[in-house]
């Protein structure tokens, strides 16, 4: 398995959640980790990004200020801290593994590797 996504759960609005997301050292060490989400009936969307080194990040609108992304290479795994949650944040959570260029971490297609997916339900 080259990227495992974990952490998922229920949580009531406003609450925090980390998810994490572990990948193969020897294959994707070098790879941008995004973060995507698919609510029922929507496409799936992308919320956040890291570079390999860690020091470049992307989120989307709708998660700047709530969502932050970090990455241990050592532990090879990716984590976003998901604080402030809304009923709206529920759905099913994907880390993926490309090499996009910092403009495209949102192009789902440019990403090679998809984790499994881990459910999220935000209640009020």
């Known amino acids: 398995v080259q990227l495992q996504a974990s952490g998922g759960g229920s949580v009531q609005a406003g609450g925090s959640l980390r998810l994490s997301c572990t990948y193969s050292?020897?294959?994707?060490?070098?790879?941008?980790i995004s973060w995507f989400r698919q609510a029922p009936g929507q496409e799936r969307a992308f919320l956040a990004g890291i570079s390999r080194t860690g020091y470049t990040t992307n989120y989307a609108d709708s998660v700047k200020g709530r969502f932050t992304i970090s990455r241990d290479n050592v532990k090879s795994a990716v984590y976003p801290q998901m604080n402030s949650l809304k009923r709206e944040d529920t759905a099913v959570y994907y880390c993926?593994?490309?090499?996009?260029?910092?403009?495209?971490?949102?192009?789902?297609?440019?990403?090679?590797?998809w984790g499994q997916g881990t459910q999220v339900t935000v209640s009020s």
């Open positions: 050292e020897r294959t994707l060490s070098g790879y941008v």
């Open positions: 993926a593994a490309g090499r996009p260029a910092i403009s495209a971490y949102d192009q789902r297609v440019l990403y090679d590797y």
